[in-house]
């Protein structure tokens, strides 16, 4: 893999003004199209020369897609909005403050400044041996060299694998099941509406994709309903160091507690799968119980109860199982 | 990689003459964009085809109008530093994984190596080179870290003083914390964190006294 790792090799840029014009171009071009959002993930894919798309389409001067605006109850965030917008955006920390702690915690200011929370969301995985051009399932191949014996794998999934051991990447994810939250995909036949826990896909479902979106898609708005508006909330992001860096386990809940009692949950974490993972069975062990450090335990142990962890991140399992402790607990 | 490859690599798709014509082009400039130059005229020539952005473009830098030929896949580093020469812009990792090269796009922090320079057209950029106000005096941040003797090899100083301008411009009376927070996204290599930030307090007096 000698590569020339300076500058990105010749394609044609299409900067669209209109959904419908960035439409049609992905479906000229296909397979051979890609979609730039804020840039962050694909940048070090075009530099590696491993993604060689043919025609760069830009989602930077599509107004429709950015802003945030009320909705009834809830809120429709465009996709094109920039990280900080949406981690400083009064409406968000003020009602819908899982998903602003999510989207500051996102790499460094100036990633935030640039990167989009549709881009954060359909983000690719960070599996280095998939990101280093190595022909793995995930890139068309046919063997995973995160698992094989001697591999370095302690980022990688205790859960979902199928072939591909890698882990979805993204901070805003599980916020956005911990929210209920909707996810608008638009191609040239219409408009698909998906729930945040069935945008996602895990490798069983196809080991190519992270999400349900395919060449000639576009994630097109972001709906949170009111549901969860002011719930107790509860992020939390582990991660190597407190800057830059993607997370090795995150949790994100919404409860709703009527005296100490927990009345409703939405518990998802993320790092830990190919997917960020709602974990019902703990969501239905909590509801109904009081709001206390030993349910919280018990939330923990279940959801852990399956975990496969590979040779070198054993380590996520309790790290998974405090911070759903802490996220049960913290509600107090 | 010959042509024959590549219209095997594409699929199914019909290729008309004129495709085929262009993915040659494509393969020579893939080969004299090695030279890690852009003249090339196989690199003028390729990704022109089919509409797409206009190369010829006017850029606002430093409060200036700069006319310069950017191809369509260029990042703002490669055109401040090697079309418009504004080297103090630093190419450190050219990954948006340290910094170096933290130019203010309409007054906010961004990476120039991991932006396209046409993402940028119509807005205000401004470079390490436009700090310093028109009758020279420094910027109070570039004051500080003057005063302070901040930074040891200073490679990463243009970032680092980029990002202290954008925050000590619009916090006024921020804290350490504050500032170490603001400057999570540049890395020092030489590990000159504590002086650095003693010049971020100090810009953030020296920020109070100028308003």
């Not at chain 2, 290729?15 to 893939?30: D, E, H, L, N, P």
């Not at chain 2, 350490?176 to 010049?199: F, H, M, P, V, W």
Request: a negative charge.
């Amino acid at each position: 893999m000698a590569v020339i790792r300076d500058m990105i090799p010749p394609c044609e840029l299409f900067q669209p003004a209109s959904i419908g014009d960035a439409l049609n171009l992905l479906d000229q071009y296909g397979e051979d199209s890609w979609v730039l959002a804020g840039g962050l993930d694909s940048f070090d894919w075009f530099k590696d020369r491993i993604k060689r798309p043919e025609a760069i389409v830009d989602l930077g001067g599509i107004e429709e897609l950015k802003g945030i605006r009320a909705d009834g109850d809830g809120l429709v965030i465009g996709p094109m909005t920039s990280l900080t917008e949406v981690a400083t955006h009064p409406d968000i920390v003020g009602r819908f403050g899982l998903l602003a702690q999510a989207a500051a915690e996102v790499a460094t200011p100036q990633i935030r400044n640039q990167g989009t929370l549709g881009g954060n969301l359909a983000q690719d995985t960070r599996c280095w041996y998939y990101r280093g051009g190595w022909p793995c399932y995930r890139a068309g191949g046919n063997i995973c060299y995160a698992s094989a014996p001697k591999a370095m794998n302690a980022e990688h999934c205790v859960f979902g694998a199928s072939r591909c051991v890698a882990v979805n990447p993204s901070d805003t994810a599980p916020a956005m099941i911990a929210l209920d939250a909707q996810m608008v995909v638009t191609n040239a036949a219409g408009e698909t509406v998906y729930d945040a826990e069935d945008f996602f896909i895990g490798p069983g479902i196809d080991i190519e994709r992270m999400t349900v979106m395919e060449p000639g898609d576009l994630l097109t708005a972001i709906r949170i309903p009111g549901t969860w508006a002011g719930a107790d909330f509860h992020f939390e992001k582990i991660r190597d160091r407190q800057s830059w860096d993607f997370s090795l386990v995150t949790v994100a809940s919404a409860i709703r507690t009527s005296g100490g009692t927990i009345q409703d949950a939405r518990i998802s974490v993320n790092g830990v799968a190919p997917y960020p993972m709602r974990l019902d069975e703990a969501e239905r062990a909590v509801i109904g119980q009081a709001a206390s450090d030993d349910t919280g335990i018990a939330a923990g142990d279940i959801a852990i109860r399956r975990a496969q962890p590979l040779r070198h991140n054993a380590y996520k399992l309790p790290l998974m199982k405090n911070l759903v402790r802490r996220a049960v607990r913290a509600e107090v | 990689m010959t042509e024959v490859e590549i219209i095997r690599d594409r699929g199914p798709r019909n290729y008309s003459r004129r495709k085929f014509i262009k993915g040659v082009i494509a393969a020579g400039a893939t080969v004299s964009a090695s030279s890690y130059l852009f003249r090339g005229p196989g690199v003028l020539t390729a990704g022109q085809a089919r509409g797409g952005v206009e190369r010829l473009m006017t850029l606002s830098v430093n409060g200036q109008q700069r006319r310069v030929d950017v191809l369509p896949y260029e990042t703002l580093a490669m055109t401040l530093r090697y079309k418009l020469g504004l080297t103090g812009t630093k190419l450190g990792c050219d990954r948006a994984e340290c910094g170096a090269c933290t130019v203010h796009i309409d007054g906010v922090s961004h990476y120039a190596c991991s932006m396209l320079t046409h993402q940028v057209r119509g807005r205000a950029i401004r470079t390490i080179e436009g700090l310093e106000s028109p009758d020279g005096e420094l910027h109070p941040v570039q004051q500080a870290v003057m005063d302070e003797g901040g930074f040891q090899c200073a490679f990463c100083a243009p970032g680092f003083i980029m990002s202290m301008a954008e925050f000590t411009e619009n916090n006024p009376g921020a804290t350490r914390e504050q500032c170490a927070q603001a400057l999570s996204g540049n890395l020092c290599r030489c590990g000159d964190y504590n002086k650095i930030l003693n010049s971020a307090e100090r810009a953030v007096e020296y920020m109070s006294q100028r308003a």
